[in-house]
């Protein structure tokens, strides 16, 4: 089975500080990873993926992840967070079961609650 | 078209009655998908349509729940018989088919479901 785990249900940062959300992921072949982010009460907003190439992918509002094959993680990371950043953060990956291996299911984390205060 | 659309976007309910909720997604998407997403968890995988066929379902979608896209444009989802733990926030996201399906699809806002 495929699975994503986010090892941290909050993460609480200063503005202005870098920040960190952790993802690490289990799958077989080579995975694609996704970030995405939910305000409250809204759907979930596509922020960047992985798909092959370079480790350090970039992504929106100045967000990028640096995949790692060896550990198994990919990281969210910004050099400057803001307080607009506040939301919740999923990890996915893609699920390479299903009809014809293909269908692009995603399976998510459990999601991790940025707080970026002043 | 500007995104994915879902309707309604609350719905209340008592326990043991149907509901239906509708998405629309974007229009030249042919792939089409519902999830749910309970409180303090990342959404689940219910179902997956491509054109107007039901490729996939999920474990987690028990008798109660059917889920069609007739024309192969907008999809509904019916829960019969509604019981409290179907309260939930029902996603749906559309993709295009192929190389640009692995972008990461679009959701839309979902309809977040209260059994009473």
């Known amino acids: 089975a495929q699975s994503v785990a986010q090892p941290e249900d909050q993460v609480n940062v200063a503005e202005g500080n870098p920040l960190t959300v952790k993802c690490t992921y289990s799958?077989?072949?080579?995975?694609?990873l996704f970030w995405y982010v939910q305000y409250p009460n809204r759907g979930l907003q596509f922020l960047l993926k992985?798909?092959?190439?370079?480790?350090l992918v970039k992504g929106s509002y100045g967000f990028e992840a640096e995949f790692n094959k060896s550990q198994t993680s990919f990281h969210l990371k910004k050099p400057s967070a803001l307080v607009s950043d506040s939301a919740l953060y999923f990890c996915?990956?893609?699920?390479?079961?299903?009809?014809?291996?293909?269908?692009?299911?995603?399976?998510f984390g459990t999601g991790t609650q940025l707080k970026v205060e002043l | 078209d500007t995104g994915v659309s879902q309707n309604p976007r609350h719905k209340i309910t008592k326990r043991g009655q149907n509901v239906t909720f509708r998405c629309d997604p974007i229009?030249?998407?042919?792939?089409l998908y519902w999830y749910r997403q309970t409180l303090g968890q990342g959404p689940e995988f219910l179902t997956y349509?491509?054109?107007?066929?039901?490729?996939?379902k999920s474990r987690l979608l028990s008798d109660r729940f059917s889920a069609e896209r007739p024309k192969g444009s907008f999809s509904t989802l019916e829960i019969q018989r509604t019981e409290q733990g179907d309260s939930a926030m029902y996603l749906c996201?559309?993709?295009?088919?192929?190389?640009?399906?692995?972008?990461?699809?679009?959701f839309g806002s979902g309809t977040r479901l209260t059994v009473v």
């Open positions: 996201a559309s993709s295009p088919r192929g190389g640009q399906g692995a972008v990461g699809y679009t």
């Open positions: 799958v077989s072949g080579n995975p694609y």
């Open positions: 992985y798909i092959t190439g370079d480790n």
């Open positions: 996915a990956v893609r699920d390479m079961r299903g009809l014809g291996g293909g269908g692009n299911k995603l399976t």
């Open positions: 229009s030249e998407h042919n792939r």
């Open positions: 349509f491509q054109n107007e066929a039901q490729l996939e």
